[in-house]
C-alpha cells in the first residue's frame, strides 16, 4: 500500500513563506505524476501544481504561478516539494500530495490521481 505523508504546513503571515513536502513509501519509478492540491473550507479541490517524474516537467494553477515552484529529490523516499513563496490568505486550505500511476495530459484533475496524503493545513494570516 503506498503512502504519501505530507509536512511543512502552518501558520504564517502574508508575504511569508513555507515549504511542503511529500516523502512517498514506494519508490516513484512507477509514478507519472506527482502533484499538489488544496482544499479551502467550503471549496471544492483544487489543482495547484504538478511535476511529471520523467523529465522534470512542471505545471501550475494561474492563481501560484511564479510564486509557488515544485520540485523533487530523488532520494530513498522520493520526496516531492512545494516551496510556497508570497503566501496570500487566499492561499489558506489543507494542501494535499497526490500521485499518480498513469499518464496523459490530465495532470490538474484530481481523478488522474490514485494515491493521496493526509494533507497538512496551511494557514496564511493577512
Known amino acids: 500500500q503506498v503512502q504519501l505523508v505530507e509536512s511543512g504546513g502552518g501558520l504564517v503571515q502574508a508575504g511569508g513563506s513555507l515549504r511542503l513536502s511529500c516523502a512517498a513509501s514506494?519508490?516513484?519509478?512507477?509514478?507519472?505524476?506527482m502533484g499538489w492540491f488544496r482544499q479551502a473550507p467550503g471549496k471544492e479541490r483544487e489543482f495547484v501544481a504538478a511535476?511529471?517524474?520523467?523529465?522534470?516537467?512542471?505545471?501550475y494553477a494561474d492563481s501560484v504561478k511564479g510564486r509557488f515552484t515544485i520540485s523533487r529529490r530523488d532520494n530513498a523516499k522520493n520526496t516531492v516539494y512545494l516551496q510556497m513563496n508570497s503566501l496570500q490568505a487566499e492561499d489558506t486550505a489543507v494542501y494535499y500530495c497526490?500521485?499518480?500511476?498513469?499518464?496523459?495530459?490530465?495532470?490538474?484533475?484530481?481523478?488522474?490521481?490514485?494515491?493521496w496524503g493526509q494533507g497538512t493545513q496551511v494557514t496564511v494570516s493577512s
Open positions: 497526490a500521485a499518480s500511476l498513469g499518464g496523459g495530459s490530465y495532470y490538474y484533475n484530481s481523478i488522474t490521481y490514485n494515491y
Open positions: 514506494e519508490r516513484s519509478f512507477s509514478y507519472y505524476y
Open positions: 511535476i511529471r517524474w520523467s523529465g522534470d516537467n512542471t505545471y
